[in-house]
């Protein structure tokens, strides 16, 4: 059974830092693209960002480029999420996701998803 779990939402003060990760068991996802999306309520889930197989190319939605970064460690199976300049809008439920096929940006391109971590930014 493959799992996907977050880890390291929180609350946090506006202009501050968080660092998200994403732990697989089951199964590498060395060969997988990875992405981050997030969820706010009533809304469908947002693209964040995206990084390619075996550290690949990066691609971030304009709204958090420049502020957000992922990253990987295929020895330690995790995807990461370096959140800097946070923003009260960035709050919402953070998930981890691995690629299927298609466009990155599209949810429904995704086949594995982890239950999410909340990221509160107050102001």
């Known amino acids: 059974q493959v799992q996907l779990v977050e880890s390291g939402g929180g609350l946090v003060q506006a202009g501050g830092s968080l660092r998200l990760s994403c732990s697989a068991s089951?199964?590498?996802?060395?060969?997988?693209?990875m992405a981050w999306f997030r969820q706010t309520p009533g809304k469908n889930r947002e693209f964040v960002t995206a990084?390619?197989?075996?550290?690949?190319?990066?691609m971030t939605a304009d709204s958090v480029k420049g502020r957000f970064t992922i990253s990987r460690d295929n020895a330690k199976n995790t995807v990461y999420l370096r959140m800097n300049n946070l923003k009260t809008e960035d709050t919402a439920v953070y998930y981890c996701?691995?690629?299927?096929?298609?466009?990155?940006?599209?949810?429904?391109?995704?086949?594995?998803w982890g239950q999410g971590t909340q990221v509160t930014v107050s102001s």
């Open positions: 089951g199964r590498a996802i060395s060969g997988y693209a």
């Open positions: 996701a691995a690629h299927r096929s298609g466009n990155y940006y599209y949810a429904s391109n995704y086949d594995l």
């Open positions: 990084i390619g197989p075996n550290f690949g190319s990066t």
